[in-house]
Structures are given as C-alpha cells and as structure tokens.
C-alpha cells in the first residue's frame, strides 16, 4: 500500500485525475469505478479541466460502486444520477459508456449477481476511486462485511444514514436504509485502488485503515491485501497516522515516471 499526504483536497484531486489521465492515455477505453460523496469531487472537477485541455475520454467506461435501494428511478439523490451530475456529464461521456446496479428492481439480489457479471464482462474495473466512510466503509460496506463479499444488498448504519442526510434535506428519514455495494471482494478485483480522504473527521478511519490489522470491522483496511492500492490523504486526515514522516519521505524519494 502506498500512502501520499498531499496538502490539501485540490491537490490530492489532481494528483488522481493524472493518474487517470495516464491510465487513459495507455488504455483509452479503460474502465473507472467511481465513489460518490463529497470527498471524490476535486478528482472530478480536476479531470474535467484536462478534458477541457484536450485530454481525450471518449472511450472511457465508467461504472458505480454502490447504490440506494428503492429510490424511484431518476431520484437526483441516487447514485446513478449523481454520477451522470457529476461525472459522465461534465466529461462529456455517452450515457451508454455508464452503467451501474439497479437500486430500483424487484428482484435486488438478481440486480446484484447480474452487476458483478456485468463488471466481470466489462473486463473488469481498471481504476477504482474510493471515499471512505467515517466508520472505515468503503462503498457502502459497512463493519463486519465479509472481506470476500460480491455485490449484495447491505444495510446501513445509523452513523451512515446520519451522515448522509445532508443530501436529503439533512431528513434522516428519508434516507434509505437499505443499498446495493460492490462487496470488498468485488472491489478488490479492480486493478489499482485509490482512496482519497480529507479532513479530519477521516483521520481515525484513516488511521485504522493503513495501520491497524486487516479486519472486517475496518471494512477499509482490506486494501491492505491488495498489489495495488494508493491512499491519499490530507494533512488533517493524516494526523493519527504513526509513519506519516516515512510515508513523506518514500513519496518524496520516488521517481516522477513511476507515478501511483
Ligand atoms: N457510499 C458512499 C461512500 O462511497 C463514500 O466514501 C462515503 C463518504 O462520503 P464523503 O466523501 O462525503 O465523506 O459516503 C457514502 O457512504
């Protein structure tokens, strides 16, 4: 795991935004996976200004991690119209190079395995954008998911609804309880994993994340087990993090080509 403590949001946004330009530039039609919140928008607004730039993305895929179940479909607050909001349609993507599970069918465990072979026959996520929850979620995987999880419908905490209720009038009621997620096990097949976290309210998820043991209770702390995964943090967000110095100092000494 590779650990980059940039100074603040902006810059950790455009640090990820070059390392999907990179991956776009060798792979044009490479698949993203994409986290909704607050956390992932100067990832966003920073790629849109390099499609702006001439960055050309037309071939890109894009897909969802997680979903709110029983949303009528074309609820702004779904997932699937917050991506279209704030990814596919500032980069000026077709709707048909997105898709994501169906929060709103009857059969939710079908729209679960049918979106884990829709991922596998996309050829699986190429780079995957995580957030991470204030209780160490990712996606919507909450405490005690199964490290070996596939997309499955979970229940939220009321912390998560709590928090979430900002997108929602700050209704906790309307919050829905209940969401589709890529399981861990899911996300961890994605080839490279980004996690961006800022503030300080992340500092303790943060924390647990990089250096406490891998376990289910932490559902973040799975990308320990992964070849690949990049976390990037803020200076508030890296302040319970033991090494910070080392993982200064290993990003300091790295050579420009390499990039994350
Ligand atoms: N399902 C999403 C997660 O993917 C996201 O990481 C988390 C944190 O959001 P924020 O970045 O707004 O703190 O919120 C939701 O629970």
Known sequence: MEVVIVPDAAAGGELIASAIADLVVRK?????G????????PIYTALTARVRGGLDVSRLRVCQLDEYVGLPKGHPESYRATVLREVVEPLGLPEEHFFGPDGSAADIQGACEDYDRALAAAGGVDLQILGIGTDGHIGFNEPCSSLASRTRIKTLTEQTRVDNARF??????QVPHHVITQGIGTILDARHLVLLATGANKADAVAATVEGPVASLVPASALQLHPH???????????????????RATYAAKPDWQGI
Request: proline share 5%; net charge negative; glycine share 6%.
């Open 34 to 41: 994409v986290a909704t919140g607050s956390t992932p928008l």
């Open 28 to 32: 044009p039609d490479a698949l993203l």
């Open 229 to 247: 995964a990049t976390v990037v943090v803020d200076e508030a967000a890296a302040t319970g993090l033991k090494l910070a110095d080392y993982f």
């Open 168 to 173: 929602f009038d700050n209704d906790i009621d």
